[in-house]
């Protein structure tokens, strides 16, 4: 009986190869805690309010360098709103170092917050409609101070949510934070922002909205030294895993026989993961590609629904239920279906909002209440089917492993070499099956933990330890070990057991030996477990 690699792998040997992914396990978590920053950071600067009595809406407004604009100080009544102009000139100002953005930095978010005191006279409304008149353009350093470039502009509406502990002159609002852009690159070294709040003139938005004193910025970039470590980690995985997935194609085309089901859902989990692997983002670093967040979560979707596919049919595979359709996707249409489905979801919510930014970075599906209701909705129920998905595949796991006991009971009447044998191969399947759980249930907090806002996490003391980055890198660090273990133990092997009859087997050997002969015949069988479990069911 062939098997595979997992089944007839020398003690030491296994040892050895298992160590070794646990030490590399080890690493990228270290190397995230330890080495990498922070995956992003957030920054908040005060707009600059400038005065342009022209109202000229082509005009660009900049508060630093040569040809820049006047300022105010208070808003004053006797001003137009149409000429007051909230500049915001990115990267910031710190300790009067003028900052320029990096390449390494790779995308930027933009979120607004007002500063609204509470006046009798203009109280703000509830559900109050604001409209905001946007310009963003871009310099580089070799540029003039007034050399300045369109990059997008919109008019956007965003509905102001505000309270306040106590309705007194002078006191100020608590508004919520409202979404303003999202760049899928930072190929340029500054950005201007100029936001007007044009003047109602009849018309339904910017009533009710109080009395507006200041506008802030937030803005979030991913960090040039995270991304310097993420990148270093793909172009180490990319080649290693390559080569494995090469050699177990090997192995299998080498067997006499078609694949099998399990072997190509292997080969499709490694495809996958090398797709999620390939270092495209270095391109990043020489061509402009606003479409880059769009198509990493593309990547990382398809990855998702290759590794959530594998788990549910590697476990099917292994329930070793006698039945006709096992080695067939037909017995798992309605489990791949569901997969799917959440898959494609997830993917249309992603391309309504990543992807409408490529063409307008100001769209945001978290704009109006119906939007942002929509968006929590969809958030909560991945969030939900990712962990019911985790029960179910514990589910799977459990029956699989009561089989597996249930089946034990015939080892007893086995000669002493097949029944050392096949307890071998019972406690290295189990040990990879709880690998698979863990693997499961990482993937799933992780899923979770990239939907949510960012905490960073310090340990008290001299050493620093990121808890995000070590997170992000360890499980990226998981999917590869985990992918090149499957490739490499779910290889077929080229031993064969047994190479001749045990001398020591009992009276009855020779039969079982037989049989054992007549189920390694089976062209779609790769595993001599699920021959062992077919066997006994037979009986």
């Given at each position: 009986?062939?098997g595979?690699?997992l089944?007839?792998l020398?003690?030491?040997?296994?040892?050895?190869?298992?160590?070794?992914?646990?030490?590399?396990?080890?690493v990228?978590?270290?190397i995230?805690g330890?080495?990498?920053?922070?995956?992003?950071?957030?920054?908040?600067?005060?707009?600059?309010?400038?005065?342009?009595?022209?109202?000229?809406?082509?005009?660009?407004?900049?508060?630093r360098g040569a040809?820049?604009?006047?300022?105010?100080?208070?808003?004053?009544?006797?001003?137009?709103?149409?000429?007051?102009?909230?500049?915001?000139?990115?990267?910031?100002?710190?300790?009067n170092v003028?900052?320029?953005?990096?390449?390494?930095?790779?995308?930027?978010i933009g979120?607004?917050?007002?500063?609204?005191h509470?006046?009798?006279?203009?109280?703000?409304?509830?559900?109050?409609?604001l409209?905001l008149d946007?310009?963003?353009a871009?310099?580089?350093?070799?540029?003039?101070?007034s050399d300045?470039?369109?990059?997008?502009?919109s008019?956007?509406?965003?509905?102001?949510?505000?309270?306040i502990?106590?309705?007194?002159?002078?006191?100020?609002?608590?508004c919520?934070l409202?979404?303003?852009?999202?760049?899928?690159?930072?190929?340029?070294?500054?950005?201007?922002l100029?936001?007007?709040?044009?003047?109602?003139?009849?018309h339904?938005?910017?009533?009710?909205?109080?009395?507006?004193?200041?506008?802030?910025?937030?803005?979030?970039?991913?960090?040039g030294g995270?991304t310097?470590?993420?990148?270093?980690?793909?172009?180490?995985?990319?080649?290693i895993?390559?080569?494995?997935?090469?050699?177990y194609?090997?192995?299998?085309?080498?067997?006499?026989?078609?694949?099998?089901l399990l072997?190509k859902?292997?080969?499709?989990?490694?495809?996958?993961?090398e797709?999620?692997?390939?270092?495209i983002?270095?391109?990043?670093?020489?061509?402009d590609?606003?479409?880059?967040?769009l198509?990493?979560?593309i990547?990382?979707?398809?990855?998702?629904?290759?590794l959530?596919s594998?788990?549910?049919?590697?476990?099917?595979?292994?329930l070793?239920?006698?039945?006709?359709?096992?080695?067939?996707?037909q017995?798992?249409?309605?489990?791949?279906?569901?997969?799917a489905?959440?898959?494609?979801?997830?993917f249309?919510f992603?391309?309504?909002?990543?992807?409408?930014?490529?063409?307008?970075p100001?769209?945001?599906?978290?704009?109006?209440?119906?939007g942002?209701?929509?968006a929590?909705?969809?958030i909560?129920?991945?969030?939900?089917?990712a962990?019911?998905?985790f029960?179910?595949?514990?589910?799977?796991?459990w029956?699989?492993f009561?089989?597996?006991?249930?089946k034990?009971?015939?080892?007893?009447?086995?000669?002493?070499?097949?029944?050392?044998?096949?307890?071998?191969?019972?406690?290295?399947?189990?040990?990879?099956?709880?690998?698979?759980?863990?693997c499961?249930a990482?993937?799933?907090?992780g899923?979770?933990?990239?939907?949510?806002t960012?905490?960073?996490?310090?340990?008290?003391?001299?050493?620093?330890?990121?808890?995000?980055?070590?997170f992000?890198t360890?499980?990226?660090?998981?999917?590869?070990?985990?992918?090149m273990a499957?490739?490499?133990?779910?290889a077929?092997?080229?031993k064969?057991?047994?190479?001749e009859?045990d001398?020591y087997?009992?009276?009855n050997?020779?039969?079982?030996?037989?049989e054992?002969?007549?189920?390694?015949?089976?062209?779609?069988?790769?595993?001599?477990?699920?021959?062992?479990?077919?066997?006994v069911?037979?009986?």
């Amino acid at each position: 009986m062939a098997g595979t690699v997992l089944e007839n792998l020398s003690n030491r040997k296994l040892f050895v190869l298992t160590s070794t992914l646990l030490i590399c396990q080890v690493v990228c978590f270290l190397i995230g805690g330890l080495i990498a920053p922070a995956p992003s950071r957030a920054t908040w600067m005060l707009g600059t309010k400038c005065l342009d009595k022209e109202a000229n809406r082509s005009k660009w407004t900049y508060p630093r360098g040569a040809g820049r604009c006047p300022q105010i100080s208070e808003l004053e009544h006797d001003l137009h709103a149409n000429q007051i102009v909230f500049s915001f000139q990115i990267p910031f100002v710190k300790e009067n170092v003028v900052l320029d953005f990096s390449r390494w930095q790779q995308n930027l978010i933009g979120i607004l917050q007002l500063e609204i005191h509470y006046s009798k006279e203009t109280p703000v409304q509830d559900g109050a409609m604001l409209m905001l008149d946007t310009r963003l353009a871009y310099r580089n350093k070799w540029d003039k101070d007034s050399d300045w470039k369109l990059y997008a502009e919109s008019m956007e509406e965003r509905t102001l949510e505000c309270d306040i502990e106590e309705e007194k002159e002078g006191h100020t609002y608590h508004c919520g934070l409202i979404p303003l852009f999202e760049l899928g690159s930072l190929h340029h070294d500054f950005y201007l922002l100029n936001i007007r709040i044009p003047d109602a003139d009849g018309h339904e938005y910017n009533r009710g909205i109080g009395m507006l004193k200041d506008l802030n910025l937030v803005t979030i970039h991913q960090n040039g030294g995270f991304t310097k470590v993420w990148l270093s980690l793909k172009t180490v995985f990319t080649p290693i895993v390559l080569a494995v997935v090469i050699w177990y194609w090997r192995r299998v085309q080498a067997q006499a026989r078609p694949a099998a089901l399990l072997e190509k859902m292997i080969l499709f989990l490694g495809c996958a993961i090398e797709f999620l692997n390939f270092p495209i983002e270095w391109l990043t670093l020489f061509i402009d590609m606003p479409y880059m967040l769009l198509l990493s979560d593309i990547r990382q979707g398809i990855f998702y629904a290759a590794l959530l596919s594998f788990w549910l049919v590697f476990t099917g595979e292994h329930l070793m239920e006698s039945t006709g359709h096992r080695n067939t996707l037909q017995t798992y249409w309605k489990h791949l279906s569901a997969v799917a489905f959440g898959c494609l979801s997830l993917f249309l919510f992603d391309l309504c909002e990543r992807g409408a930014h490529v063409a307008n970075p100001f769209y945001s599906l978290w704009a109006t209440p119906f939007g942002t209701r929509l968006a929590l909705a969809l958030i909560i129920a991945a969030g939900i089917s990712a962990s019911l998905y985790f029960v179910f595949l514990s589910w799977m796991v459990w029956r699989v492993f009561r089989n597996i006991s249930s089946k034990r009971t015939a080892l007893p009447a086995m000669s002493e070499a097949r029944r050392l044998h096949y307890q071998g191969i019972i406690y290295r399947f189990k040990f990879l099956m709880v690998a698979t759980l863990t693997c499961a249930a990482m993937t799933v907090i992780g899923f979770i933990l990239g939907q949510v806002t960012e905490d960073k996490w310090k340990w008290d003391g001299d050493v620093e330890i990121e808890y995000t980055s070590a997170f992000y890198t360890g499980v990226y660090g998981m999917w590869n070990i985990y992918t090149m273990a499957l490739l490499s133990l779910y290889a077929p092997s080229h031993k064969r057991w047994p190479p001749e009859r045990d001398p020591y087997a009992s009276t009855n050997s020779g039969a079982e030996e037989i049989e054992f002969s007549r189920l390694d015949a089976d062209t779609s069988e790769i595993s001599a477990l699920a021959s062992f479990a077919k066997k006994v069911a037979a009986d």
